[in-house]
C-alpha cells in the first residue's frame, strides 16, 4: 500500500533543521504484515530526543529510515499467527520488542532484549524484514516501528494495546517518555515514604519522571533544568520546588533518588553530586557515546551510593503501559500536561529545531 511518511536522508547536517531540511517528506511503499507482524493506521506520534539524536549524528543508524518510535494507533490487519488483537484495537508502539527467550528478557526489565536491539541497530524489524521501499529501494525502520508516518507494519511484540478511553496523543507519550520517565522512579529505584526525589533534566522524559514521583505521594519532588521555564513548568506539575544547576550547588541540595534524563555528561555529573549518603543515582538519558563524566569512588564508597543505568525505565512494556493507563485513568498520572504542542508530519525539520533548543516537552504529529 502507498503511504506518506518522515524519512530521514542523512545525518548530520547544519541546524536549523528547518532550513536544511533532513527528512523529507514523502511516499512511501508499505509491504502487507508477515507472520507474527501487524499493519496499524497510525493516529499520533510524539518527537523524542531518540529521534533528534538519529538526525543530529549523537545516534548512528542506516539511512535512509523512517523515523519515529512513539506512536500509537489502530490495529488494520493481522499477519499469520496473530491472534490475541483484533482489527480495531488501539495499540502503543514500544521501542524495544522483547523476543521472550534471550537472556535480557528474563531479567524483568533490567536488561534489554538482545535480539531486539540487534534488530534496532540495523534498521529492520524483528523478525530481520523490512517492510518500507522507495522507487523500489528499501527504507530502514526506526526502532521497530517508524511511526512519523500514516500506517506502518510492526511486529506484535512491538505493541500493547490500550483501552479506547485511552485518547492517541496520550497513549502516543505512554510509549516512550512515560515507560522511560516512569519506569525510572518505578521500577529502576527503590524508595521508601519520606524519601526525597530529584529530576535533573526536564524535557519529557524527565518530566514523566517528575509526574511519576508527584504520583507516589508522601515524598518532596525537587526538579532541576538550567531552563528556568522549565523548574516552573515542574512545580505545575507537582514538584515541591526547582532549581538550576548553580543553584542547587549553592545551596548544597540533595535527594534520596536523583534521576539523571538529560542525557549529557554535566547533567550526570550534577545527578550524582547531588545524591545523598546512602542514596541512588538513576541514569536514563543517552548522551553522545564519546561523553565520559568523572566521579569520585571514594565518595561511593564512603557515603554508601548506588548508580543505576535504566534502559526505556527498566520496563516489561506489556505490563507497564497497562499500568500507566491505569494510573492516567484515575487522574495520578495527567500525561495530557506533558504535550507541549501538537503538530503535522509537514512541520517536523521545525519540530526537531525546536527539541534541539530546549523549547519543547512533547510535541505530538497528530493524523486524520
Known sequence: MRIRGAVLEEIGRARPFAESRPITICDLDLDGPGPGELLVRIEAAGLCHSDLSVVD?????????????EAAGR???????????????????????????????GTDGRMP???????????????GGRRLHRDGDAVHHHLGVSGFATHAVVDRRSVVPVGEDVPPD???????????????????????????IMVVGLGGVGMAAVLAAVA?????????????????????????????????????????LVVEAAGSARAFETAVAATAPGGTTVTVGLPNPAA?????????????????????????????????AQMWREGRLPVEKLISSRITLDEINRGMDELADGRALRQVIVFD
Open 57 to 69: 549524528g549523537n545516534r548512528v543508524r542506516p539511512v535512509p529510515m523512517l523515523l519515529g518510535h
Open 113 to 127: 532484549c538482545s535480539a531486539g536491539s540487534v534488530a534496532n541497530n540495523d534498521g529492520v524489524l524483528l523478525s
Open 75 to 105: 490495529v488494520e490487519a493481522l499477519g499469520d499467527g496473530v491472534s490475541d488483537v483484533a482489527v480495531g484495537d488501539r495499540v502503543v508502539m514500544t521501542f524495544l520488542p522483547r523476543c521472550g527467550e534471550c537472556a535480557g528478557c
Open 292 to 324: 565520559r563524566s568523572e566521579i569520585s569512588p571514594l565518595t561511593l564508597v564512603a557515603e554508601a551510593r548506588t548508580i543505576v543505568g535504566s534502559y526505556l525505565g527498566s520496563a516489561v512494556p506489556s505490563r507497564d503501559i497497562p499500568r500507566y
Open 170 to 196: 496520550v497513549a502516543a507519550v505512554l510509549g516512550c517518555a512515560v515507560l522511560t520517565g516512569g519506569g525510572a522512579v518505578l521500577n529502576a529505584a527503590h524508595t521508601a515514604p519520606g524519601d526525597s
Open 216 to 256: 507516589l505521594g508522601e515524598r518532596e519532588v525537587i526538579g532541576v533544568d538550567a531552563v528556568p521555564e522549565k523548574l516552573s513548568t515542574a512545580t505545575e506539575l507537582g514538584a515541591a520546588a526547582g532549581y538550576t544547576p548553580a543553584e542547587l550547588a549553592d545551596r548544597g541540595i540533595r535527594a534520596t
